[in-house]
């Protein structure tokens, strides 16, 4: 198992329920981190990587959640008229190249877009098959594509957490810090003052990028209070954490 601190000025991690509209999760999904490690490793490919496929990750929010909503102008399918403009470009054709890559049949519309401001998370993984190269490269600062959180314009920090030691254990009653699996919803000891969010995000893609399978999380903006379940306490050098890993 190893733990390392992720933060930036901005992110946006897509819901993938959401189609024509940017709204992002409270927190990086598995296949984001998937990305993360792909990209301190430098595997391009990692889609077909069956390394990348079965680990465990937990995350911890470090920072409140701080969201920014605003509307954004999108160009209509622009990339079906780039072959038309190069050859206006060829032909120095300046009626047709003054039109650009816009479609006046489908006119510019605004699309919502959602982004965290200042997140700062810990993620934990276990059982990854690069964990070695994984930590040298996390411990050296090494990332060899661009590490950035959701989206590309937003570049991310990284910082490796030393682990202690590591165990997992029944507990009677416990205030997890990270998420808590939908199904073990029962455990829960709600509290009325804690704000509760069920989310969905994949857990795993094919080659096309779509969906293969769901995770199902409760997620909290605090710790939150359960009885009679296991989880993973992680004794880190600055304090100890208790999670559940999907």
Known sequence: MFAFKIWGKFACFRD??????????PIPPKTTICGMLAALLGIDNYLNDDRFDDFKYSVILDAPILKKSFSQNYINDYTKFTKSHLNSLLKFDMQKISLGLRDNK???KPINRELLIYPKYIIFIDKFKLEDEAIYNLKNRISKFPFYLGNSEFA???????IVNFANK???????DSFVPQNKAHNICFDENILYSPI???????????????INLI??????RVKNIEACEVICAQKTYRCIFV
């Open 16 to 25: 993938p329920l959401g189609i024509s509209q940017n709204i992002t999760l």
């Open 200 to 214: 969905c995000f994949a857990g795993s893609l094919d080659n096309d990028r779509s969906p293969k399978t769901h």
């Open 219 to 224: 997620f909290s903006n605090d710790q939150i």
């Open 106 to 108: 489908a006119p510019q």
């Open 156 to 162: 991310g920090n990284f910082e490796f957490i030393e």
């Open 170 to 176: 029944k507990f009677d009653e416990v205030s997890i």
